[in-house]
């Protein structure tokens, strides 16, 4: 069965147009996001997937979601020991121990974000500026700043939400498309 549309190689041999990776390839991964919660969501699930797939993490999503609050950041800052415990006896999300405690670290941190910045949207696109596409720069503001931070959670996190380029293949329709939108 011959494509519709040039894709990304990593998704080009999937046929089914309703498989998981195939719909957040062609509706999310490479999107800009201005919601904090959102971009506190996918960071969530970025240091979620480390040493996983991400194919297990989309199929979690809805329980990520159901369990920290539709990724309310307000929330998540303010989880106690038993929001942790409640977490780690979850089986709807990944239950590890370290990637709970810095999720709940992380919506502490950029809570500060705000705070300091008036968004974590704004704080991104300020470091935008700064560091460009430097992706070693890039590290190292997360690492200073976050837990759980290593080279691939930070470049697929900033990857999937537009601010370092890679997402795409440069011939893939959604490249193009996103293009469009800039």
């Known amino acids: 069965m011959k494509l519709i549309h040039p894709y990304c190689k990593y998704v080009a041999n999937l046929i089914d147009k309703n498989d998981i990776d195939k719909i957040y390839h062609d509706t999310?991964?490479?999107?800009?996001?201005?919601?904090?919660?959102?971009?506190?969501?996918?960071?969530?699930?970025?240091?979620?997937?480390?040493?996983l797939s991400w194919q297990i993490i989309l199929k979690k999503e809805k329980g990520f979601r159901r369990a920290y609050n539709n990724f309310d950041i307000k929330k998540v800052a303010k989880y106690k020991k038993k929001d942790f415990t409640r977490l780690m006896n979850d089986s709807g999300i990944i239950r590890n121990k370290l990637k709970i405690n810095a999720a709940i670290y992380n919506a502490q941190k950029i809570l500060e974000l705000q705070k300091e910045y008036g968004s974590f949207r704004k704080w991104l696109d300020i470091k935008s500026k700064e560091i460009e596409q430097d992706k070693n720069k890039w590290i190292k503001e997360f690492k200073k700043l976050f837990k759980f931070m290593g080279i691939e959670i930070v470049g697929e996190f900033l990857m999937g939400i537009n601010m370092l380029d890679g997402a795409h293949d440069k011939h893939c329709f959604v490249y193009k498309k996103i293009l469009r939108m800039k």
């Open 28 to 51: 999310r991964y490479g999107r800009r996001i201005k919601d904090d919660n959102e971009l506190f969501g996918i960071l969530l699930m970025e240091i979620n997937q480390a040493g």
